[in-house]
């Protein structure tokens, strides 16, 4: 069975352990947590219309949901380790690119990561994003296009490294 790019969550060594970690958290410490408020919550006694037992099976129910998505996360992890040669813009890479828009130029540094890697204000675009799809793939002297909220920009890549 192929695993399809899509399928695949990209994640540096750094990224799987703070998964892992956070996982642990959740399974471990939170859970007892929200176990003592159910049951703290229940020995109120009626549960139609009490408040702290309602807000912990919502609370229980959101970290059931993170757990799932964070082993899910795990098990289509893809760590990205050898990025390849810097002929293309691949996961991994660290990309200037030069921004031209209508009135301005400047250039920009960014690193290609995944989803949950992703921290743009710090230079970490998501491959899934429009900005990081619009990359990938892209060699050097390059010129794409990037559909954003404010219009299309045109991006010139500089250094692939």
Avoid at 27 to 52: F, H, M, R, V, Y
Avoid at 134 to 159: C, M, Y
């Amino acid at each position: 069975m192929t695993q399809d790019f899509n399928d695949v969550v990209y994640l540096t060594e750094e990224g799987l352990q703070k998964i892992k970690d956070e996982l642990a958290y959740l399974k471990g410490e939170k859970l007892e947590e929200l176990a003592l408020k159910l049951q703290t919550a229940i020995a109120q006694g009626d549960l139609k219309e009490n408040a702290d037992y309602h807000a912990a099976k919502e609370e229980q129910g959101f970290v059931d949901g993170r757990i799932k998505d964070l082993e899910d996360s795990l098990r289509r992890a893809k760590i990205i380790q050898d990025v390849g040669p810097a002929d293309k813009v691949r996961v991994g890479h660290t990309v200037t690119v030069l921004e031209m828009d209508e009135d301005d130029e400047y250039e920009a540094t960014y690193t290609i990561v995944g989803a949950h890697e992703a921290d743009p204000s710090n230079g970490r675009i998501s491959n899934e994003s429009p900005f990081g799809r619009a990359i990938l793939g892209a060699k050097k002297g390059q010129t794409v296009s990037v559909q954003t909220p404010g219009g299309t920009l045109q991006l010139r890549i500089q250094n692939i490294a």
